[in-house]
Nanobody
């Protein structure tokens, strides 16, 4: 059974940084693309960043240049480094495996102004 366990969220001031992690088990992690989504209260869940098996990356316009997605296949873990955080980045962040269609449990990120 595939499991995705997200961690690393928290409260940070505007301009600060956080690094999210998502550890996978039960899947052949190294061959899967992985994605990060976020959902703010009352809004839809939006794609933030994605990374392919060969580490090609894609970012939403709103985070490009501030967020970096990476992966460590030896640890079956995908990361989201978030810098220059803004209050509008406040949301629950989810990792997602698009092949198995499994979601992580979500981790709250709150950016204060």
């Amino acid at each position: 059974q595939v499991q995705l366990v997200g961690s690393g969220g928290g409260l940070v001031q505007a301009g600060g940084s956080l690094r999210l992690s998502c550890a996978a088990s039960g899947s052949i992690f190294s061959i899967n693309a992985m994605e990060w989504y976020r959902q703010a209260p009352g809004k839809q869940r939006d794609l933030v960043a994605s990374i392919t098996s060969d580490s090609s990356t894609h970012y939403a316009v709103s985070v490009k240049g501030r967020f970096t997605v990476s992966r460590d296949n030896a640890k079956s873990t995908v990361y989201l480094q978030m810098n220059s955080l803004k209050p509008e980045d406040t949301a629950v962040y989810y990792c997602f495996d698009p092949f198995y269609k499994y979601w992580g449990q979500g981790t709250q990120v709150t950016v204060s102004s």
